[in-house]
Each structure stands twice: as structure tokens, then as C-alpha cells.
């Protein structure tokens, strides 16, 4: 596929996409900073909090990021002392995730950072636009994951 360069005008959906994704990203950084937290790390006390406990293999695949990352991820929050790593009883080789009680207590304080961000991106936005957003971004992302998939 030959590489035509678009125009320097970065007005496509493609470029806002990016930029929400960056300024929601920022949002989530200054929200969790306090709380010496990280995106990521939030991401992971959100689905002990919400989910339950969980396999770190799972995580890999529900936070779609690679397991060395998440294996620097998890180290930290138990050297935080706010999630646990234990073998799973019937597979010594898997590791169970959970939230300490000190995690807990840090989880149920913290600020949610997508609320917030939700709130303040789409705050006066009609609920028909938003779901046309979502609908469009959602077989946007679904193409190109096809797409992905063929190139492999």
C-alpha cells in the first residue's frame, strides 16, 4: 500500500481520537499521582475491586498489555502491600490476584478518573451523538483489528 502522507491538517477523526486519548490520559495521570498510582495499576486494583480475584494471566488479556509489563505492575502494587500474589490451588504455575485489606481501603478513597473524565469530556454532549461516537469508534476499532489480524 503506497504511503500518501495526509495533508498537515490533523483535523481527521483519527488525529481527535488520538488527542482525546492523550488528554484523557493526562486527566488519569494527574487524578492518580497523589495516590502514587499509575494507569495501569488503577486498572489492575479496578478489577481485583470490581471483579473479584483474578489469574495475572487474565489480566494480560483483559488489559491488553504484555505480561512483562503487567509482571513490573503487579511487583509494585505488592510492594506497596495493596494486592496479594498467591499460587492458584490447582495450578501451581498460575498466580491469583487479589486486593489486600490495604488496598481496599486505598481503593474505596480514591477518585475515579474515568467518571471524571467521562463527566467532563462529554458533559452537554446529546446522549444520540455519544452513542453515535461510540458506535463509530467501535467498528472503526473493530476494522482495524480485523485488518491486524489478516496482516500477521
Not at 487479589?98 to 481503593?107: D, I, S
Amino acid at each position: 500500500m503506497a504511503n500518501n502522507q495526509a495533508s498537515s491538517d490533523h483535523n481527521s477523526a483519527g488525529a481527535w481520537a488520538k488527542k482525546y486519548y492523550f488528554a484523557s490520559r493526562a486527566v488519569m495521570d494527574s487524578v492518580l499521582r497523589p495516590h502514587d498510582l499509575g494507569a495501569t495499576q488503577w486498572y489492575v486494583l479496578y478489577q481485583l475491586a470490581n471483579g473479584g480475584p483474578t489469574l495475572q494471566r487474565d489480566l494480560v488479556r483483559m488489559l491488553q498489555i504484555e505480561r512483562a509489563t503487567l509482571s513490573g505492575v503487579v511487583s509494585a502494587l505488592v510492594r506497596k502491600g495493596l494486592i496479594d500474589q498467591e499460587p492458584h490451588p490447582s495450578d501451581l504455575r498460575q498466580r491469583v490476584l487479589h486486593l489486600t485489606v490495604a488496598g481496599q481501603r486505598l481503593w474505596e478513597r480514591l477518585p475515579d478518573p474515568i467518571e471524571l473524565i467521562v463527566a467532563t469530556a462529554f458533559d452537554g454532549v446529546d446522549d444520540a451523538d455519544l452513542q453515535t461516537v461510540v458506535r463509530v469508534l467501535q467498528a472503526a476499532t473493530e476494522r482495524l483489528n480485523h485488518l491486524n489480524e489478516g496482516c500477521k
